[in-house]
């Protein structure tokens, strides 16, 4: 393996052929490529190396690779990012590559990758692979591992990927900061037998949080607890990407938490099993159904279905303050009160003054409030049916027919068939039962009528 010394001349100099194994051609860095779009951008099928379904990272993208003799070779790039978190807004953040959160790493079980990390960042940094079972030497823990990566200099990780499963990449060095600041990845190692668990569709994305105030572009990065950007892959609803499924497929959800909290996510429409964490594949005889699957900080899930209902199915955070965005926490309950007297005193000052949050706090998902430069309403999105009242951890699994299998669009909303939608009842209303009893009543059994 590498040596120290061949480690911090790295940089400047190209690396040695590391390994017996290793066999290489090219004696230069891997370009590093970049992006400044946060769209989903759907890799390619690999042309080199081993072949596999790739992975769609929401609103991410896969970082390219090159084949280096029997290496695979990526180049990451640490360095100070602009990331539009959803219209309106942007995030000065530090990431890969051009985004935050960075690219996704792919690779398939049994190769060897060659990772060369650049560090543009003003301070030092490191890479951890989590997950990943690797040489001590290379698990990317600054000071302990080997020396953090300074700024201007490139170091060079080399391991096998000894098992298939979903992992993440994030720094080990002033960690606090610069998970705070966005710096995290996935890393997806497929299995070498395209015949284990095989699926149609692979999503990913992960969790992360950030406190922006309304008008700033940089994260609060000490705080610990009161977050107010709730994210995927460090976009918020309205503007996470929907996960266009064709009906029949069978589905793959991969979400991993960089957060300081844990995030129960639950998708609709569905039942669901497990089927990976960080640790590895969960054989099936452990597996049990669910329909939110809590994912705790510094895990990952990655959870299958088959995708056999049509529709336009939320999937969300259930921690309801994850589903808003930049909000103040600190506001009195008005509901129930009536403020029709404090409205008239307030419009002979402010003619057009509108009270809020007398009968809840919908009517702010409603109004087009004057906000600060640089945030989003606290809850927008809208539905064919109106307001849906979320930002944040949310997005929409559109299951639809016929679907092309590289087809990742927005299919539109759903048609509902007619007699498939809740209506409004119009007619006379039956006798409804109500209970002011805090006892426990035993509910007599049905009488049956029909003989
Ligand atoms: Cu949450």
């Keep these: ?3 120290r010394r061949q480690m911090l001349s790295a940089g400047a100099a190209t690396m040695v052929a590391a390994g017996a194994a ?3 051609r090219f004696r230069d860095l891997p370009e590093a490529a970049s992006t400044d779009s946060p769209m989903t951008q759907v890799p390619p099928r690999p042309s080199v190396g081993v072949d596999y379904n790739p992975v769609v990272t929401l609103n991410g993208w896969s970082l390219p690779f090159r084949m280096n003799g029997n290496v695979k070779e990526f180049h990451l790039v640490a360095e100070p990012v602009e990331r539009i978190m959803a219209t309106g807004m942007i995030a000065r953040l530090w990431g890969y590559n051009g985004q935050s959160t960075g690219p996704t790493i792919e690779a398939v079980e049994g190769e060897r990758v060659r990772i060369y990390v650049t560090n543009r960042l003003p301070e030092h940094t490191s890479v951890h692979w989590h997950g990943l079972i690797l040489p001590s030497g290379m698990d990317g823990v600054g000071g302990l591992s080997h020396p953090a990566i300074p700024p201007g200099k490139t170091y060079v990780y080399e391991f ?37 668990m095989p699926v149609d569709r692979d999503f990913a994305f992960l969790l992360a949080a950030y406190d922006i105030d309304p008008g700033t572009y940089i994260p609060r990065v000490a705080e610990m607890t009161d977050f107010n950007m709730w994210t995927w892959n460090s976009r918020i609803f309205p503007d996470i990407d929907p996960l266009a ?36 594949w969960v054989p ?13 900080v510094g895990a990952m899930r990655a959870y299958e279905f088959d ?19 930049a909000m103040g926490h600190d ?3 008005f509901i129930g009160t009536d403020k029709r007297k404090l409205t008239g005193m307030i419009r002979e000052r402010q003619p057009g003054y509108m009270p809020m949050g007398t009968a809840g706090m ?20 809208w539905g064919p049916y109106g307001p849906l009242e979320m930002g944040g951890m949310f997005s929409v699994v559109k299951v639809r027919a016929g679907l092309a299998a590289d087809d990742y669009s927005d299919p539109g909303w759903y048609q509902n068939p007619p007699g498939t939608q809740a209506w409004e009842w119009t007619g006379e209303l039956p006798d409804h039962a109500s209970n002011d009893s805090p006892e426990t009543r035993l509910t007599p059994r049905p009488t049956r009528d029909n003989g």
């Design 331 to 333: 506001l009195p309950t």
């Design 22 to 24: 290793a066999q290489t």
């Design 160 to 196: 096998d990927l000894t098992k298939s499963g979903t992992f993440m990449y994030h720094p080990h060095a002033d960690e606090m900061v610069q998970m705070a600041m966005g710096m995290m990845g996935l890393f997806i190692v497929h299995p070498r037998d395209p015949a284990f």
């Design 1 to 3: 393996m590498i040596n």
């Design 284 to 296: 099936e005889s452990a597996r049990w159904p669910e329909v939110s699957i809590d994912i705790p």
């Design 307 to 325: 995708a056999v209902h049509e529709g336009d199915w939320a999937i969300h955070c259930h921690k309801s303050h994850h589903t808003m965005n």
């Design 362 to 381: 919908a009517d702010m998902g409603m109004m087009s409030m004057e906000l600060p430069d640089n945030t989003v309403p606290m809850m927008t999105g």
């Design 245 to 280: 499924v064709s009906k029949g497929d069978r589905v793959r959800v991969r979400c991993g938490n960089l957060t300081m909290t844990n995030h129960p996510i639950h998708m609709h429409g569905y039942d669901f099993q497990v089927t990976c964490t960080d640790g590895g």
